[in-house]
Each structure stands twice: as structure tokens, then as C-alpha cells.
């Protein structure tokens, strides 16, 4: 009889609910990322030829890799 007890005392316990995550504190965090993403999107994808930021071939040795890989052609 006290484990009857017991059982309906712990069953009658409400879950917590999950914390609310305001959206205003989490979309400059996303924006902030998306601009990272878009700027590590260029130096893969683009940055040779004529749109170059840096001179030479540097950046494009260091993410030559990176860029087969997301299918960009170079060579």
C-alpha cells in the first residue's frame, strides 16, 4: 500500500517545460554566422581572377581542397 503511494505521488509530478528563446536574442547570433558562412563561401568559391581581394595565389592554395570538395572548379 505504500508503493501505491508513492507511484501516485511521482507520477503526479508535471514535467518542466521547455525554457522560451526569444527570437531578438538569437538573430544577430544567426545573421553574424550567415555573414561568416557567406565570407567563407567567397574565399572557397571565388576569390582568383578578377574578383581577387588578396594578390597572388595564396588563399587559393590554402582552400584548394575546400573547394573540390564543395565541387568548384579551379583548374
Known amino acids: 500500500m505504500a508503493d501505491a503511494v ?6 503526479a509530478t508535471p514535467a518542466p517545460a521547455p ?3 526569444p527570437v531578438r536574442a ?3 547570433w544567426a545573421l553574424f554566422v550567415g555573414l561568416l558562412a557567406l565570407i567563407a563561401l567567397y574565399f572557397v568559391g571565388a576569390e582568383q581572377g578578377v574578383t581577387s581581394v588578396f594578390a597572388g595565389t595564396d588563399v ?4 584548394h581542397d575546400g573547394r573540390h570538395l564543395l565541387g ?3 583548374h
Open 6 to 11: 508513492v507511484n501516485a505521488a511521482v507520477s
Open 19 to 21: 525554457a522560451a528563446l
Open 26 to 28: 538569437v538573430l544577430p
Open 60 to 63: 587559393h592554395e590554402w582552400v
Open 72 to 74: 568548384f572548379p579551379c
